[in-house]
């Protein structure tokens, strides 16, 4: 019951539109007049069969929307001619809606005549949009059979190099001596194809191709014909052009092994058109990518661009050597440690040991070397080491070469003996450690061997810098922490007071 009832809605909406639209009547076909057929189904992107060549002539025009052409929804669709866009022609008028319910049953006939040409047909229900195509009509024409001739001709300005300077005009001409010249059509650059009326002015800068064609009124097609050219600026400003060299370098500034060469170019005219190169006095070439210069000795580069008005820039120049590269460094460095200082009979270091760590390297050289006191961080190493905290310490150590080689960490241990209340007899009583007048709150406390914290770091002693400065107090503090006098937290706030601070500034 309630497919009966859609359906008798679906047939009324159908004839309410043809009452509006108007729809070409069913008519007789004439004996010799040829049938033209479109169909439709359930699908809004396409026709579902339509023809694509027609000879002109009058013609009956068929179009079905049924259940019979696969409509299973009773969904309406529209043939209509198109009578505006440019490039086809507009001589039918052609507004046909079917439904399968409609009182046609969805089949409709139609006679128009048709001319040669093209004709753009399309739906125009709403949604449908994409439904679209092209009949082509060829014939007509009294027995014509040969396509019309076309040429194409460009004017202008032009440089020496024959470029069009700022602007270029084409021209189309057309023939035909059958049935006449019905259309003539032209594209830019490959964009869409549209109709001649009037020469062609073509100002944007660059290369640009235009093709042709022309039709008659028998339908007949000219091959394509094409006119290629340069437009140019009329600017007279030459561009720039540089050069830049990049590879591994010597401490003499020579190329190891091979150097890389870039050229790059600016325009701000007409814009750049060609960058060329010149090796060693050879000839010019056309530059496309980085070059490569591997053969040993001393070379010399040129460089210059060309616009596309046709300025050319100076020539720039780079001269560089490239010499063979050595043989690589794969060797870690040799890296040892010794301890100095005054030892008591038990040979511990009585008040302070001192650690100093060399390294050679007989291939690319020391690059860094590194030290870290017991639980202390990895520091550059940069003058001997001194330990004044009690206790036993570790001092580890290693180095680096220029090649990236790092020799395998090593250690050294000793131990630190007090050396009574005579060891600081000017002693920093201060309750809190305090570090250029900023009041830490740690406790000043004795370090074991009658020095306090603010006497073990020193703050009035010379350092070659402010660096130097925190590095002794991060490894004071670091001892402190392994003997067991600060805490880690502790020790923090000391470090954070002397990076604040300006000792050694």
């Known amino acids: 019951m309630r497919t009966s009832v859609s359906r008798r809605a679906g047939a009324a909406l159908i004839g309410l539109l043809l009452a509006v639209l108007p729809v070409a009547t069913p008519s007789a076909v004439a004996g010799d007049a ?22 002109a002539g009058v013609t009956t025009i068929v179009f079905e929307n049924s259940a019979a052409t696969g409509n299973t929804t009773g969904m309406p669709h529209t043939l209509t001619f198109d009578t505006s866009a440019e490039g086809y022609n507009h001589d039918v008028t052609l507004n046909i809606l079917a439904g399968p319910f409609d009182v046609n049953n969805g089949r409709h006939q139609a006679t128009v005549t048709l001319t040669p040409g093209r004709y753009r047909y399309y739906c125009t229900i709403p949604g449908h949009t994409t439904m679209v195509g092209e009949l082509t009509v060829t014939g007509g024409g009294g027995g014509d059979t040969t396509a019309p001739t076309v040429t194409g001709g460009v004017t202008g300005t032009r440089n020496a190099d024959g470029h069009y300077v700022g602007s270029a005009t084409v021209t189309v001409t057309a023939a035909d001596t059958g049935s006449g010249v019905h259309t003539v059509e032209y594209q830019m650059d490959d964009t869409s194809w549209r109709p001649y009326t009037a020469p062609v002015a073509v100002t944007a800068i660059g290369d640009h191709a235009v093709q042709f064609r022309a039709a008659d009124h028998a339908g007949n097609v000219s091959p394509t014909g094409s006119v290629s050219f340069r437009v140019v600026a009329g600017d007279s400003t030459p561009p720039t052009t540089a050069i830049a060299l990049t590879g591994d370098r010597d401490t003499a500034g020579r190329y190891l092994g091979a150097a890389t060469a870039t050229v790059t170019a600016a325009d701000t005219g007409s814009g750049v058109d060609r960058v060329e190169y010149q090796l060693d006095g050879g000839a010019w070439s056309a530059w496309t990518a980085p070059l490569v210069i591997s053969a040993l000795g001393a070379h010399m580069l040129h460089s210059r661009a060309t616009d596309k ?58 690059d860094t070397v590194d030290y870290r006191q017991d639980s202390g961080a990895w520091t550059a190493y940069t003058s001997p080491l001194a330990v004044n905290v009690p206790g036993t310490h570790t001092v580890r ?97 000391i470090v954070r007071a002397a990076a604040r601070s300006g000792v050694g500034s």
């Open 34 to 55: 040829q049938t033209l057929t479109w169909t439709v189904d359930d699908d809004i992107t396409r026709y579902r069969s339509a023809p694509a060549t027609a000879e």
């Open 397 to 493: 150590y290693r180095a680096t070469d220029n090649a990236g080689n790092t020799a395998a960490e090593q250690q050294v241990s000793f131990t630190v003996a007090g050396t009574g209340a005579d060891a600081c007899p000017d002693s920093d009583t201060r309750d809190t450690v305090i570090i250029d007048g900023a009041d830490t709150r740690v406790p000043n406390t004795d370090s074991g061997n009658g020095c306090t914290v603010n006497d073990l770091i020193a703050e009035n002693a010379q350092y070659p810098n402010h660096a130097a400065f925190v590095r002794h107090v991060e490894s004071v503090t670091a001892g402190l922490v392994t003997a067991g006098k600060l805490t880690s937290r502790q020790a923090g706030a």
């Open 309 to 366: 008005a046709g300025n050319v820039s100076a020539e720039q120049m780079a001269h560089f050597t490239v010499v063979e590269r050595p043989v690589e460094d794969t060797t870690p460095p040799a890296v040892a440690a010794g301890v100095t200082g005054r030892r008591d009979p038990a040979g511990d270091y009585i008040g302070t040991a001192t650690v100093t760590v060399t390294a050679t390297d007989a291939g690319s050289g020391v």
